[in-house]
């Protein structure tokens, strides 16, 4: 059971992938084994620059074949954009460091605009430059502005000859310091409001690229940069106008969605350390273990863990079947970035509890995953910005559903060429989902399931009956509540449908949902609690409080799932 749902270098066989992907993925568990836990984490505290690992990539082409779209490949059929394995190899760097995840990730973020743009040059030159095994950077946030792209101070100065010079700072951009290409975002000074928008591609070693400094004390190198008077040939730029503003918005679409396995991978590899320690540690004369409360909380934190890679895996299926006529992904995209990132902080806090000092301590991977996780949630876009995104989809998510094809699991080697022609970055409001509730009535007979039903039944009911106001949806405090509410019911959807597809053990699922129980009604009662809240939104709130079904032998069962983590693995000095 164990080894089914969670991650475990020491029987990882990817099996579903074809073979070369099944071939780089093990080749990257095994560079990381072979390095051993200790070359890890003395990287980890000497803020190490990652040139070995680097190194290891360029050798085996592992960001050439991963992230180069077919489109762009010159016959080289191994290589597209598929989301699936992003999603496994996401994993994989979570679990052995956050840092090695985070050049992988930027670098993706970079190429973004470049596979949007109709530059043939530059997408030709973006292929060169990651089969010789380059990293690449995105230039959107600076250091006034944060990532307010309206208010954006890169200027582009007409030369005279066609091109132009760009003057100007970004800030917190990752790979800075040596990206073979830098997709920056600007606006030209000769032209006013949206249609002066441009995305360029800039090389980190030209000499009007001034690096000032990495802004973070990590082997991350989130670079402050300067450009001075650099010369922006017309073969330079990517996007002009409302289509370079797009192109930054749907970029962040397709990176955020690597947050959420990256967590995951931190939380398997803290999780096989916490219940080796907690299982094997003598207390008063019996293991920490035997104590209930370590059980609950341990079991708690598996029981979410579970639920964020089903949540995944699940949303990778409706981001790869997606077209302008299914943009459902939308709404999942920013659920795994603001859901699952956060469900990751709560399982290593849980994990934690138990532990204790233990998670302070120089030799463990522990000690980072319980800094590493906090960044996740605040990454492309907070937490707040992204719970007050899918707002936009509670009304017709919740309430007027329509048909769709059910969208099948998608392992299969296809090219995602969609992320990159998304479109216009608008019409959030009008798209339309499928029944939320099927996946609830396939489960109607798991008594936690059932619960927590009524639960989402009546967030309906409070829509229809006690939705902000005109005055109170300005109220920025009470939305994100109502926002929390609503993601509980579309994190249990899709939780739902991947357990109905991988037969997931019903004990399992009836322990999670009874988790999420408890959570609606955590949320409610914070509602209940905010100022601007009325009497019939007070009201509601109290009576959607529920008890979850206690089953002790359930819960027992459980536990010996969790039990059977400790010595699962560990990885080699």
Known sequence: MADALLFNPRTYDPTHFDPETRRLLRA??????????????????????????????????????????????????????????????NEIFGFYGLDYWYAWQVTILGLGPVWQSDNAAARTRAAELLSQGEVFAFGLSEKTHGA??????????????????????????????????????????DVEGPDGYVFFAADSRHEAYHLVKNVVDSSKF?????????????????????????????????GKFNLCTASIGICEHAMYEAVTHAHHRILYGRPVTAFPHVRRELTDAYVRLVGMKLFSDRAVDYFRSAGPD???????????????????????????????????EKDNYFAQAAIEIRGLPKLEGTVHVNLALILKFMRNHLLDPVSYEPVPTRLDAADDDFLFRQGPARGLGAVRFHDWRTAYDAFAEVPNVARFREQADALCEFVRTAAPDEEQSRDLDLLLAVGQLFALVVHGQLILEQARLTGLDEDVLDELFAVLVRDFSAHAVELHGKDSATEAQQRWALEAVRRPVVDSARSARVWETVESLAGAYEMAL
């Open 326 to 360: 299914d943009r459902r992904y939308l709404l999942f995209n920013p659920m795994t970035k603001m859901k699952v990132t956060t469900e990751g902080e709560k399982v290593i806090d849980l994990m934690w509890d138990v532990i204790a000092a233990k998670g302070f």
């Open 148 to 189: 307010d792209i309206y208010s954006t101070d890169m200027l582009l100065e007409p030369d005279g000859d066609g091109g132009f010079l760009a003057t100007g700072s970004k800030y917190y951009i990752g790979n800075g310091n040596a990206a073979g290409l830098v997709s920056v975002f600007g606006r030209r000074t």
């Open 222 to 254: 989130v670079s402050e940069f300067r450009l001075e008077n650099y010369p922006v040939a017309a073969e330079d730029v990517l996007h002009t106008g409302k289509a370079a503003f797009d192109a930054a918005l749907n970029t962040v679409n397709v």
């Open 28 to 89: 990257t568990v095994d560079w990381f084994e072979a390095r051993g836990k200790r070359k890890l984490i003395e990287d980890y505290r000497s803020r190490a620059w990652l040139a070995d690992f680097l190194e290891f990539s360029a050798k085996e082409k592992l960001f050439a074949t991963f992230l180069t779209p077919a489109a762009a490949a010159d016959g080289q059929g191994e290589q597209r954009w598929d989301t699936a394995r992003i999603a496994a190899l």
